[in-house]
């Protein structure tokens, strides 16, 4: 061909690997133009083969992308820490250990984890990260997914079937005798089949010269190259040695045989060597088999070798005295395509078996043959494994092996050497010693293309024609065509040394004339050939092989001349010559093809003409014309049928080429007719060259000629495919014949297809119409693919042959014009096919799929070919019959369609119908796999999307389309597949989740390579359209989110099958592509064996044994059926959990990096679209900015990987800054709560990058509020409320050891980042650190130059944070004593209350709370005040908005009664409307409410005065309202809280609301409360004794083994002086404290004397006196008796919130004894006198009055009490004492003892008018008693007598 098929441009010439010593004989090519079926058959194998490039489809991919590893943290974990300090370690252990610590495992999981700095680092073309694309697909493999098609086209795989499988050579390397080596030895080498006793292929001759004779020319350095087709123990070498002839006489050949160890003597060497130089003819001597594959095993039958592992690699040697093997391993360096991979052995073999006559080959293993002494020798041999063929390297074992080392044997590389130690006894023990390694490990060329035959293969190799191939049923692929001879025995009826000579002759005229050369001796051809020479036989039998190169075309007189000669064998004078016996003649014709015996007579004499008939009678035969002489042809030839039908066609084909026959050609019909019936072994092996002629009469013959030739095509065609053992779609040979050998007959002729057009389109037009077209037509539908393939092909070539000349160098071939009439044949062609499709897929034929995808691969290869353009109108016809959405059927063909035509590898570059359209294909495509997304058979929307996204991946890792700007035109034009998503967002919402995913992933691809101006055009046209383009990325980090394991178990049964449903249904993973199960099944049923045991997980334990032996190998399929019948096989869980720990790393680690890929690639969107937004360019919600808020929030909410939060502040600060004023606002409340609240729960994470970020973010919002509100109270409000929220949702305490709680590790990360948040050197730092301006915190405004942010501010913020904080954590750390300890517990919820009061919400739950508590507790005032507080909060909140019935006048009058209500609140309860928090709820009506509460509470606590100012406050509102009756309820209620207060007033017994208690806290143990002091405010029932009780028991428990002691008296307490390990509680009664009261008066207290008024009931100082003496004595008398009176302040007043009040504030005065004497006098004085003056509301009302006077009286006067008066005389007027007083108290002192008695006087009278006749008795001794005292008394005051 000398067109350049091969310069690079569409075709690749494969040249054909020739078997030696096949070339046309000049001498035997008898002019080819005389027979163009010769010269086609010639051209048939001859020509290179010529190979179309891209048929299969072209695609170089990228190289494969490390993953990192993400991390993803979780409040309590710091991965990010331990995996760097584990990186530093072992980087460590990697320096000591050097390089030899190279792990197996970093082929599985990228090497180093390297996160980045803390700035996330802007990956390529400035994407935040890897393509989501990536990690959705991290083994795309484009093979894989192609092979998925229906009807996929897949390459012939065996093209060479010459050179498949395994070859061996073998060499020669010496021989040796233990007589020595002094004669030359000459032998054969063939393939043998030992059980069927069979030559499998032909000799290789060698010889060994003894020294003496080399020179040079040793043949010792030839291989013989022997194909071994399918290995078996009974394939094996069969060696045969022989040697000259013998010298009658002379040295006998037993010499190399004998026992003893002789050596020849000087004289028999000489003898020898003279010998056989005069010797040309030689005698059998030896022979041996050497079995290749045996397995050890003494039979040859048994062990023989399973195909599986054909090679037996075996070691042990069997037992022999005799044999000596050295074993030799050579190492080729070079592991090249096709080289020896050091599998070469050295064999010796020792067991050579002496023969002494003449044999023929079969004899050799006859068992009742004799065995001869064997030869002492030995033959050393090299057995080589030679790989050949072609290696593509897709389809390459490593390639396709899951990581390319997943290799079937553990210890296996390619320069694995063995040494095999052979041993062979003479007992035809054998053993083999070639390994199984290498049967299938190929070499992979890298560049992918196919390398031939043996690179290392020397010239002088010599290729064993294998004779296998003429009864194989494969087509010939080379030319051969020779004639082996076999000669097998002569019987003479005497002995002779007979000797037979061979020639091939053209004629039998002239004896004289040279025979023709064609006889093979080693590399030459002769003349003659001879065989070996019988000695002194009279059945002389022979084994040799002769081989004979045959003439082209054979004539009647071409004939084999066979000579017999004897030789004599003694030397005389000269050298013996050889007489003539005999001749035997063979013609060709009638021999050549017989393959039994054949028996031919010997003629004496040659006579002219000796073939004919005629001269027969002239002939004389030897022994009576016996037929004596026996013989074996074997024809092996391509060249000439044996099938006469097929002779009959060549010699037809030739005459009509010749135009010999005459013109209309019956002769050749028939000859075509009769090709039907051929025999099929015939039919295949001439396939290629009947084919080549019968598409010659195609192209050109006539109009009958071509259908004839058609027709039987198809029936050829028809019968391949059926016959032959290839039961693949499309035919092994006929691929291979089109894909290789067919060339267009090398363009020596116009091109095929116009004529196979349009006979196949006539035909196919008949059926249109409706004529019977016969059964030929679905074989041509069935065959259809053969014939477009051929059509495309053919075209091609044209193209190519066309332009090769005139073609610049490095341009593209440019599109072919199709001429008119051919696209119009095309075209109607095309339309039948399509109407048979459509009609047989309506029947749901099986054809028409195939017959679908083979048109789709025909517009596949007319793409690469014709104008495009033109391919488009076939396109769109293919698409007008299948218009819309289909049955599911058709629909189904049309997806196999444009997913066969999208493969193209120039789809991107395709043009659109009009010039002015993009790419006509993309667009259909994008229109039909919308439609099928709302297809109603599901398993169509899951193709389409699936089509999709592997279009996508081969873009995006096609090394062709990296450079950006052609990354952007895929983009776009694949953008309107958003757009229609978009449009009909129901479409995609009806998508199950696994093709949602894949429809997401897609459009992230699409949207990731977009240039920001199209995307900016797709926001620019509505807001709702903008809305839901952000919708879909909300769906992207909804649907890949990477779940923790713990949210995948829940997940795990959601597989879809339900077990043993269908095949088991493998889903390893939710998010990743369904290609990756596929993967993994691989992976998985690979043996997985990194040099490291698996880890010990489930499934994974396995014996030793099994992990060594091959024979047993261990694969997942079992673990599969295991786990499965332990009934978790259908979990994803479970299916995880049976992979190898390393592939569950790979998944895990793709999983993670999709996740993150994902997040990241929505930030990048993200951050365009708030650039976007400022620039107010496109159309959304600028009031609210929802598809700002609704990303953030999401991505807020998800487990994100550590690589996200790192790029997410630096994008989150440029929104603040750009949108903040949006952001912020009270429309946007829900936003800002919601990302507060995560970055608060970002703020508890360990992970110390994360939570720095945490914090900064809230600077950030603080930054916002600064900049919008010029203040922090609104986001003061936020934060506290999802503080709030933040503390349910973490854990604040855990248990410690010792049952205890204590503050988590959260509560102090949490603390830490709150103070942190108002550090402002650390925040410097931290921006910084995060990438972020440094002037991140300086927040601008246009009406102000300086800096409005203020760090005091932030401080206060803080602050006011932690203090919800702290309260929230104290309260949960009483979690276990609430119970028991009701005070803490009323403290804890007032401290939250307090906490929380920026929020009104939240304050008034926590005041609720407390509320209850306290009514549990019975402590009505304190609840009260609780609902008062609440109330006050309410009130404030309406006051501030101006709405209701209030003024800040009511405001103070509630502070009245709980000064708690405070006027702070009421500025911030108007900033408090949150969403789901605020004003909105507080409401007159709700204030209405707790006001009745608070009133019902006060008036079970007695508090009536309270009551009555609660009412007072809800009288306006019902004023307001005009509710009379509810006023005249509130007016009845006032007129009982009067009557009520009266009833107080009025009572004899002084009301006491409550009792109150000073308790003093001293001891470690304590606590908080350790030297504090407090007021309890308890009901007034309870006494001393009770309260001791009482905190006894609540402290006790919590004492922890401690003592604790009650200080028994109220004595102040020096806390140092205290035992240290004991715990004490003082516990004193204390009275309450008027506001008017003088404390410095030294008078007794008597609480009835307080004339309270109505607000007299709240207390905030009290009092308790102590009384003690100074001179040690713990009792005194009165003289001695001093008097501590001790007033506390405490903190507020009571009734308050709580039931104890610390005591603030502690002052104490001493009263000496004779004050404490006037005083206790005084306040008697007092109380009578009192009780005298008190004005009564009525004269008649005396009673009361009556009895507290007896009451008074009694205790002054009567004689039993009068002690108390009298003893102060006694004590300070008598005596010793008396003089120590001074004069002035002594006057006081007497002087109140006369008041006193001047008073008791007047009170006695006045009871005397009080009583009736029934105290008459009373009052004689009230007057008695009186008279005695003064008597008493008139001792020490003398002046007293006349005073009373």
Known sequence: METGLDSGLRFKRVPRQYLPSIHMDPLLDENLEQWPHLSELVQSYGADWVKYEYKYGHYESIGPSTFHNQIFEGPDTDLETEIELANAKRNKVQDTAGTEMESSSSNYISGTNDYGSSNVEISKHGHFGESPLLAYEPVFDWENERSTIFGQRIPATNIFQYSSGLKIAVKVLSLSFQAGLVEPFYGTICLYNRERREKLSEDFNFHILPVEMQDGSSSVDARGIFSVEVPSASICLLIQLEKPATEEGGVTSSVYSRKEPIHLTEREKQKLQVWSRIMPYRESFAWAIVPLFDSGVASSSGGSASPSSPLITSISAATSQEGSVETVSKITLDGKPGSSFGNSVVVEVSNLSKIKEGYTEESLLDPKRKIHKPVKGTLRLEIEKLQVGPVDSEKSVENRSINGDFSRHPGYGPQATSTYSVNYGTGGQKNAYLDSNSSDNRELDRNGSISYGFTDSASNDFQAFDFRITSRNEPFLQLFHSLYVYPLSVSMSRKRNLFIRVELRKDDGDVRKPPLEAMHASALKKMYAHTQVAVGARIACYHDEIKVSLPSVWTPTHHLLFTFFHIDLQTKIEAPKPVVIGYASLPLSTYAQLKSEISLPLMKELVPHYLQDSSRERVDYLEDGKNIFRLRLRLCSSLYPISERIRDFFLEYDRHILRTSPPWG???????????????IALLQFLHPVLNMLLHLIGNGGETLQVAAFRAMVNILTRVQQESVDDGERNLFLVNYVDFSFDDFGGRQPPVYPGLLTVWGSLARSKAKGYRVGPVYDDVLAMAWFFLELIVKSMALEQTRFFYHNLPSGEDVPPMQLKEGVFRCIMQLYDCLLTEVHDRCKKGLGLAKYLNSSLAFFCYDLLSIIEPRQVFELVSLYLDKFSGVCQSVLHDCKLTFLQILCDHDLFVEMPGRDPSDRNYLSSVL????????????????????????????????????????????????????????????????????????????????????????????????SIARTRLFFKLLEECLIHFENKRPEDSMLMGSSSRSPLGDKAFSSKYSDILSPAINHYLLEAAHQEVGPQGTPENGYLWQRVNSQLSSPSQPYSLREALAQAQSSRIGSSIQALRESLHPILRQKLELWEENLSAAVSLQILEILEKFSGAVASHTIATDYGKLDCITSIFMIIFSRNQPLALWKALFPVFNSVCLLHGATLVARENDRFLKQVAFHLLRLTVYRNENIRKRAVLGLQILVRSSFSYFMQTARLRVVLIITLSELMSDIQVTHMKADGTLEESGEAHRLRNSLEEMANEYKSLITIKECGLPENALFVSREDLSENCWSWSEVKALSDSLLLALDASLEHALLASIMTLDRYAAAESFYKLAIAFAPVPDLHIM????????????????????????????????????????WSTDHVSALRKICPMVSSEISSEASAAEVEGYGASKLTVDSAVKYLQLANKLFSQAELHHFCASILELVIPVYKSRRAYGQLAKCHTMLTDIYESILEQESSPIPFADATYYRVGFYGEKFGKLNRKEYVYREPRDVRLGDIMEKLSHIYESRMDGATLHVIPDSRQVKADELQP????????????????????????????????????????????????????????????????????????????????????????????????????????????????????????????????????????????????????????????????????????????????????????????????????????????????????????????????
């Open 666 to 680: 019956s002769e050749l019909l028939e000859a075509i007719n009769s090709l039907k019936s051929v025999d099929s």
């Open 926 to 1021: 994008i229109q039909e796999i919308f439609l099928t997304w709302d297809h109603e058979d599901l398993s169509m929307r899951g193709k389409a999307a699936r089509i999709l996204v592997v279009l996508l991946c081969k873009h995006e890792f096609d090394v062709r389309y990296q450079k950006l700007e052609d990354k952007l035109y895929i983009a776009q034009l694949y953008f309107p597949l958003v757009g229609q998503v978009l449009d009909e967002m129901p479409v995609f919402y009806n998508l199950s989740s696994a093709e949602k995913r894949e429809v997401l992933i897609a459009v992230l691809q699409i949207i990731r390579n977009l240039d920001d101006a199209t995307l900016i055009k797709a926001w620019q046209q």
């Open 1406 to 1445: 926590w005041l609720l709370h407390l509320c209850d508590a306290h009514q549990e507790m019975q402590s009505w005032a304190e609840a009260a005040q609780c609902a008062v507080a609440v109330t006050g909060v309410v009130m404030q909140a309406l006051v501030s908005r101006k709405d209701g019935v």
């Open 1621 to 1844: 390990d004991v715990c004490y509680l003082q516990i004193t009664a204390a009275d309450p404290v008027m506001e008017d009261e003088d404390l410095g008066s030294r008078r007794e207290r008597i609480f009835s004397l307080s004339t309270g008024s109505v607000h007299a009931r709240v207390f905030d100082r009290f009092l308790f006196d102590t009384p003690f003496t100074k001179n040690g004595k713990t009792q005194g008398g009165l003289e001695d008796q001093w008097k501590r009176r001790t007033v506390l302040q405490t903190e507020g007043s009571f009734p308050a919130l709580v039931n104890r009040l610390q005591v603030i504030k502690s002052e104490s005065l001493e009263f000496s004894p004779v004050e404490n004497a006037i005083g206790m006098i005084e306040t008697r004085t007092a109380a009578l006198r009192n009780e005298l003056e008190e004005p009564r509301s009525s004269e008649g009302d005396q009673l009361p009055r009556l009895q507290s006077l007896q009451r008074i009286l009694q205790g002054s006067v009567a004689v039993q009490v009068n002690s108390g008066v009298l003893s102060v005389c006694t004590a300070f007027l008598s005596g010793e004492p008396a003089t120590r007083l001074r004069s002035q108290e002594l006057q006081q002192l007497i002087a109140a003892l006369l008041e006193f008695m001047a008073v008791c006087k007047r009170a006695i009278r006045v009871h005397f008018r009080l009583i009736g006749e029934e105290d008459q008795e009373f009052h004689t001794q009230l007057v008695n008693g009186f008279q005695s005292l003064t008597a008493e008394l008139s001792h020490y005051i003398p002046a007293i007598l006349s005073e009373l």
